[in-house]
């Protein structure tokens, strides 16, 4: 069994693999995952390996802490991944969209496939037919838009995403909800279709927290996987192995 840790920017997610069947799942705020780690390998005390996916929400000493009960591996930019990166700045790449680069490869081998991920920010990545990693886009996501347009006004309020009636807002709080969510929308759509005018059979995958929130309001045709990213650090945690 392999121990699966991505320690996103708001919270930390912990999955339990068993080959490539998750088994347990749970997300934990960052002070508590020493904790949450000591109590899974207490009730699954047959974890061999693990692997850290972390874009700083946690600490060194706590990342060490895995280190006590099971094999681990830090991912980094020194990782082993299958396909071939072309980004120019690779030092630069984030882990998590290594890992989003390397499930696609395995879910949809020597295809074109667009990677996008609606977390706190919404990040693009593109995997093409020759398994070369090109890059993509990174813009704010859902809740840092909401977020923005209350810190960066006066009088503005924060709101949390929620569903439209219309999209034209009769309300300030409507206008807000308008903006915000056929923005992100609309953004997501006009990129799938830039790439799907460049890259012929073009497969779009989206995860990341708002998944389900916004698959449903995109036109064009896409695969939903929320645990597409917990995928790709398993795969890369057991080719790292060799």
């Known amino acids: 069994?392999?121990?699966?840790?991505?320690?996103?920017?708001?919270?930390?997610?912990?999955?339990?693999?068993?080959?490539?069947?998750?088994?347990?799942?749970?997300?934990?705020?960052?002070?508590?995952?020493?904790?949450?780690?000591?109590?899974?390998?207490?009730?699954?005390?047959?974890?061999?390996?693990?692997?850290?996916?972390?874009?700083?929400?946690?600490?060194?000493?706590?990342?060490?802490v895995v280190a006590v009960f099971c094999d681990l591996h830090e991912l980094t930019n020194a990782s082993k991944v299958p396909f071939k990166n072309s980004y120019a700045s690779p030092q630069t790449l984030g882990v998590d969209r290594i890992a989003l680069a390397t499930a696609a490869y395995y879910f949809n081998p020597h295809k074109n496939n667009l990677i996008i991920d609606a977390g706190t920010c919404v990040t693009y990545d593109m995997l093409n037919d020759f398994d070369e990693y090109l890059g993509g886009a990174i813009s704010p996501g859902v809740q840092m838009r909401y977020n923005a347009m209350h810190q960066q006004t006066a009088k503005l309020p924060l709101l949390e995403k929620k569903e439209l009636l219309d999209y034209i807002g009769n309300t300030t709080e409507n206008c807000l909800h308008s903006g915000v969510i056929n923005g992100i929308t609309l953004e997501i759509d006009g990129v799938i279709d830039l790439y799907k005018a460049r890259f012929k059979d073009l497969t779009i995958i989206l995860t990341g927290g708002d998944t389900l929130f916004l698959s449903k309001r995109l036109k064009n045709t896409i695969f939903a996987d929320s645990k597409f990213l917990l995928k790709g650090l398993n795969y890369l945690l057991e080719y790292n192995k060799h």
């Open 1 to 64: 069994m392999n121990l699966i840790i991505d320690a996103g920017n708001t919270n930390v997610k912990l999955a339990i693999f068993k080959k490539t069947e998750i088994i347990h799942l749970e997300n934990v705020v960052a002070d508590l995952f020493v904790e949450a780690v000591k109590k899974i390998f207490k009730e699954y005390p047959n974890i061999q390996s693990a692997i850290v996916s972390s874009v700083g929400s946690l600490s060194k000493d706590q990342i060490k």
